[in-house]
């Protein structure tokens, strides 16, 4: 078993940052990528933004592309997710997701992911 636990969200305006964390314990070892999707309110789920454990390789959706980052610190076991130039229809709850399972190509869907934090809201203010 692996436990995710998120933070970092909050409050922001229109144009302001935030970071989120993601912190992993248990069975560790055994994931091979994490990433983050987020779900505002009347609206599925979404792929945001995931990044292989060992290779290094990411992918991001095309409504984040240039203004987040995800990155990972291998010795922590921690995933971060650098949010710049925030706007409103970023808006929502943020989940972090853990797979351990190779499959090609890149990690936006959500059945590649076996285990979920409980998420964190983010919320930015116009």
């Known amino acids: 078993q692996v436990q995710l636990v998120e933070s970092g969200g909050g409050l922001v305006q229109d144009g302001g940052s935030l970071r989120l964390s993601c912190a992993a314990s248990?069975?560790?070892?055994?994931?091979?990528?994490m990433g983050w999707f987020r779900q505002a309110p009347g609206k599925e789920r979404e792929f945001v933004a995931a990044?292989?454990?060992?290779?290094?390789?990411?992918y991001y959706s095309d409504s984040v592309r240039g203004r987040f980052a995800i990155s990972m610190d291998n010795a922590e076991n921690t995933m971060y997710l650098q949010m710049n130039s925030l706007k409103p229809e970023d808006t929502a709850v943020y989940y972090c997701a853990a797979g351990t399972k190779y499959y090609t190509g890149s990690y936006s869907r959500q059945y590649k992911y076996d285990y979920w934090g409980q998420g964190t809201q983010v919320t930015v203010s116009s």
């Open positions: 990044k292989h454990w060992s290779t290094g390789s990411t």
């Open positions: 248990g069975r560790t070892f055994t994931l091979y990528a």
